[in-house]
């Protein structure tokens, strides 16, 4: 949260109170000693009120007590951090003091500390408060007596932060304020001390006898915190933050002072790729960035392309050409956070990165870096993890880092410069010179960026370059060892293995969605339950036309609208457009649906054809929209006191069915919906078996014992007479578990997501044909389709020719089919079985 | 803060490590190590040299791994003023150190490397570098590389930039047998108060701080 401009003169000192509702008579009192400061005239006071039930009264109070006011409106309990995160987000002044409501100022103090702070600015000053005796209860108290406080008072014991801590604002940009995780009552004020003193501020004790705090005497907060549940919780919750959490920087999505980090980035004549770079750097999640472009004079459309982009967060600088050191070090100066992120301009920014730069920021360490996945313009990708990293692990292991996955603190960049006169190889000169003075970085565990091979990349142009400079730099560092003592490092670094990235064993899948929108069909699933904002995402991707592929520009707008969504790809089981609306499970809804299925069916259903129901909650923007689409069957249902619009349609295949429901679920992640096959003799069967009444439909969804029963039956004669005993299937299953009762043998459903059915049809060929592969990556070894699924032959017409290569091991009257996927068939094998289907379908 | 002072027992490099305590601040460069070692050093130089090196960090306590004498304390105290320093390891045992009759001359990159340092006699020059490898000695300079000079003061005040690269000379003065201190290109700062506090400090470990 970035602190506006103001055109009246800034306060010297900020001093910010949190309050919420109790102590109203104290706070007056602290506002009162406030005003009285010698220091009063360059001082504002902020009571940051967090919720107060009746916040017209503190206002007031505020108000009469010569301090601004800021309101949080919250639902939730007590949280100090974040109601003093605020103050201090409001507040402009340089110097800021955090304090209680009930602490008395003695004149002299707020002076004292800010000239300690002008003497010594890093450093943090504490006063350590003097409890007054219970007979300075806030009713006793008229006057501001100092000496009779000073009587009447004990000294606290001087094992927390005191009463106050005093800081420079800047601190905050290292910290990001106090952690808003804590709640109700202790130790963020020991957390945010020590992550000062962490990040380098020495924590300095005010005593002198004119610089005193007074705490009005009352009941213990502490007591009043634990006796309930949630309040014990909370101290415990805390505790374990202050105890276990080793980061230096918290509250990484909404830091209490911006921006939380700077993205540098260097050009020259790249932007047929700089759009892109800049597009991933915008969709990622956390908001109070800033990105320095530097124009190192390009003559191309560079500074076009970030104008057009649109975006405040974007700096662009130019200079004349001067090298790619140059342009670096001119970004890592423009930069007004404390953290400075290197990205190339060809290159793609993971999502997750910068939450994984700060989550890997512990007390020590200057920066941290991640692994990294090349890409070329096929497609195919390459990960590197990294290693481990240190002087010798750069000299002598390689492959250790790679230096646009790096954040580093900014005050170790001014003092590191990138060598201007060097003319390649800047960036591992770099990276060597960290690490031979004792630069600490820790590895995040993730990868950072998608990097962009091609023919222009500055690794390639100035090859010889770059192993000359590399050259002459470890050599010269190579010289800190004596021979034996480098034969120690050299072996040590054979012996070093990669870092493990999360996603390694499925690079494709975790990164594989993000690859520049020529190499992906990317898919997008719609997390936001507000169905204003989730319309408001829907006419973004309409208008941008994203169709069979949602590009980044889409990405990078429905970020700035502050959509959440899913990112996948078509063909990983990530996000499928079936899979986009998946609401979660609601019995209210499934007993809604039932009902309508019933009905719709009774309406519109015709044996032999298939029927096709949405619902969604009425009074919704998708309601309507469903209303509108869908004129055969239309219906509200009231369940449990809530509204929802039903409609459905009547197809002459399932497959069209199936993608009807499609299209009903892309208008929102809030509509259910059901596919009824009524063809294959089902719908014979389920009147048969009393399932279905003509005249009241379906009573319940096609699951019913003896329609299972038969269908399973089916299944398990299919396999007992062309599977061996050890065989691993995947069934086109719908999620039925019965279906995988296979007499022993391993089966899974199919698709399938981390183990578990995936919960939708695959939106088309493509996408079924990698499900497929998925499967017999994870060692599937037969493809079953039972007879209710055997519509997809049909509706999947490529994943049915697909699996023609394949061997088919059975296939049954009823319509269930067996494939073998371990290995097409040759060709030879192909045309024969491709003549016995000829002559079995013509007779013999 | 505890700090101790490593040296490599093949005389090619020293470490001077910082503990950070409760209130410290945490260093930017807990262990700062310096391309060489001395062969001798004196306890009260050592002290001094902990003193230079992590003055922003130190909040109250020191702990020094060879403590120091009684005097040495006093004069960090006064050096940490206002800050409640509180040296733990006092030594009472005296001990001599070893003097010369000789000025050295610290030059620090990126503060005052570009000054012309007037020598006389057996004057030295120590300069500390801040990257590269190795050690080199002549009879008259002596260049050491150290991350020492990475350290941060804030502010843009030279001489209180140049003092932890000055807690390296100092490690080497008795090796050079100096008993006088002088910073070129730093006349402008001979008046400050920050002068003056740093001329009782190396006083104390028998270096006179002389005007460039």
């Given at each position: 949260m970035t602190v506006p401009e103001s055109a009246a003169p800034k306060p010297d000192l900020a001093v910010v109170i949190g309050f919420r509702d109790w102590g109203l008579p104290r706070l007056v009192l602290a506002l009162e000693a406030h005003a009285h400061s010698d220091f009063a005239a360059r001082l504002e006071v902020i009571v940051s009120d967090y919720g107060s039930k009746d916040r017209e009264e503190v206002e007031q109070v505020a108000q009469r007590g010569g301090a601004r006011y800021v309101y949080t409106e919250v639902d939730g309990p007590w949280s100090r951090s974040r109601a003093l995160n605020a103050g201090i987000a409001a507040s402009e002044a340089a110097v800021v003091i955090t304090t209680d409501a009930d602490l008395l100022f003695t004149p002299a103090l707020h002076g004292a500390a800010y000239a300690r702070l002008q003497d010594d600015p890093r450093s943090i000053q504490l006063v350590q408060c003097r409890d007054l005796s219970p007979g300075f209860h806030v009713d006793a108290i008229d006057e501001f007596d100092w000496e009779a406080f000073e009587a009447h008072s004990t000294f606290r014991p001087r094992w927390g932060m005191g009463g106050m801590i005093a800081f420079r604002r800047e601190c905050l940009l290292e910290t990001a304020g106090y952690d808003e995780r804590m709640e109700i009552y202790s130790g963020e004020d020991l957390d945010f001390a020590r992550r000062l003193a962490w990040a380098g501020h020495r924590l300095s004790w005010i005593d002198d006898p004119a610089t005193r705090i007074y705490h009005v005497w009352h009941s213990s907060s502490r007591t009043a915190a634990n006796q309930t549940p949630a309040g014990r919780l909370a101290i415990e919750r805390n505790r374990s933050i202050y105890l276990n959490d080793k980061t230096v920087v918290r509250n990484v999505r909404r830091p209490a002072v911006g921006p939380l980090a700077s993205v540098a980035i260097a050009t020259h004549n790249r932007a047929e790729y700089l759009e892109q770079a800049l597009q991933s750097v915008l969709a990622q999640p956390i908001e109070d960035i800033e990105v320095v472009i530097v124009d190192d004079g390009s003559t191309d459309q560079t500074a076009d392309v970030v104008r057009d982009l649109g975006d405040s967060r974007l700096r662009y600088v130019r200079q004349d050409n001067g090298g790619v050191p140059s342009a670096r070090n001119r970004a890592v100066a423009e930069t007004r956070s404390k953290f400075v992120i290197v990205h190339d301009d060809d290159d793609i920014f993971l999502p997750w990165r910068i939450e994984a730069h700060f989550d890997a920021l512990t007390v020590g360490a200057h920066g941290t870096y991640g692994g990294w996945v090349d890409f070329s313009a096929d497609g195919a990708l390459a990960a590197r993890s990294g290693k481990s990293f240190s002087a010798d692990a750069i000299l002598y292991a390689g492959g250790v880092l790679l230096h646009p996955t790096l954040m580093l603190r900014k005050e170790i960049l001014e003092r590191f410069t990138y060598d201007e006169s060097l003319r390649a190889g800047s960036d591992y000169n770099l990276v060597t010179r960290l690490a031979t003075s004792g630069v600490k970085l820790n590895h995040t565990g993730e990868f950072h960026i998608l990097r962009r091979l091609h023919e222009s990349n500055i690794t390639h142009t100035t090859a010889d370059h770059q192993q000359e400079s590399a050259r002459r730099t470890t050599n010269l560092m190579r010289r800190r060892l004596h021979k034996a003592e480098e034969d120690a490092a050299r072996a040590a670094a054979r012996g070093m293995g990669p870092v493990v990235c999360r996603g390694a064993e499925d690079v494709a899948g975790r990164v594989g969605p993000y690859l520049p929108d020529d190499l992906v069909r990317r898919t997008i699933r719609i997390d936001e339950a507000d169905a204003a904002r989730a319309e408001e995402a829907r006419q973004v991707l309409v208008g941008l036309g994203a169709k069979t592929s949602v590009p980044w520009a889409a990405l990078h707008r429905l970020r700035a609208l502050g959509v959440d969504f899913t990112v996948g790809a078509a063909g990983e089981a990530g996000a499928a457009p079936a899979d986009q609306a998946r609401a979660p499970a609601d019995e209210v809804e499934a007993a809604a649906m039932r009902d309508v299925v019933g009905q719709a069916i009774a309406a519109i259903g015709r044996p032999g054809k298939t029927v096709a129901v949405a619902l969604t909650e009425a009074d919704t923007p998708a309601a309507e929209v469903l209303w509108d689409a869908a004129p055969e069957f239309q219906r509200l249902v009231a369940a449990d006191g809530r509204q929802f619009v039903a409609v459905g349609s009547v197809h002459e295949h399932i497959g069209d069915a199936v993608g009807a429901v499609s299209g009903f679920e892309r208008f929102s992640s809030s509509v259910r919906s059901v596919v009824v096959d009524l063809s294959n003799g089902n719908m014979r069967a389920a009147i048969a078996d009393g399932l279905i009444d003509e005249g009241r439909g379906i009573s319940q969804e096609p699951g019913d014992a003896a329609y299972r029963e038969r269908l399973t039956g089916e299944v398990r004669e299919a396999v007992e007479q062309s599977l061996p005993a050890t065989a691993h299937v995947a069934v086109v299953s719908r999620g039925d578990d019965d279906l995988l009762d296979l007499d022993g043998r391993h089966a899974q459903h199919f698709p399938q997501v981390d183990g578990t059915y995936a919960g939708h049809h695959p939106g088309d060929s493509t996408e079924a044909i990698g499900f497929l592969r998925s499967a017999r990556a994870a060692g599937v070894e037969y493809l079953l389709i039972p007879p209710a699924s055997a519509w997809w032959l049909d509706y999947y017409e490529d994943f049915r020719r697909h699996l023609e290569r394949l061997r088919c091991v059975y296939r049954g009257d009823e319509g269930a089919v067996i494939f073998d996927i371990r290995e097409p068939l040759r060709r030879q094998q192909r045309v024969v079985r491709a003549l016995r289907e000829v002559i079995r379908r013509h007779g013999s | 803060m505890d700090v101790t002072i490593e040296l490599d027992a093949s005389r090619r490099g020293t470490t001077v490590r910082a503990e950070a305590g409760q209130y410290d601040g945490h260093p930017l460069f807990p262990s700062v190590t310096v391309s060489g070692a001395p062969f001798s050093l004196h306890p009260d130089r050592e002290a001094v040299a902990a003193g230079l090196i992590f003055h922003e960090s130190v909040a109250g306590a020191l702990t020094l791994g060879r403590g120091c004498s009684p005097l040495m304390a006093s004069a960090l105290r006064k050096f940490f003023e206002p800050i409640d320093l509180h040296v733990l390891s006092i030594d009472f045992e005296p001990s001599r150190i070893n003097m010369g009759d000789s000025t050295l001359h610290v030059v620090v990159e990126g503060v005052n490397e570009r000054s012309s340092p007037r020598t006389d006699g057996n004057d030295v020059v120590f300069v500390v570098k801040k990257e590269g490898a190795g050690m080199l000695a002549t009879s008259r300079e002596v260049g050491v590389v150290s991350n020492a000079v990475l350290v941060p003061a804030p502010g843009d005040v030279p001489i209180k930039r140049m003092l932890p690269a000055l807690g390296v000379a100092v490690l080497f003065a008795e090796d050079l047998f100096v008993s006088r201190v002088s910073l070129p290109?730093?006349?402008?700062?001979?008046?400050?108060e920050h002068w003056r506090r740093l001329g009782s400090l190396l006083d104390a470990a028998g270096l006179k701080l002389v005007t460039p």
């Open positions: - | 290109g730093l006349e402008d700062a001979v008046s400050t």
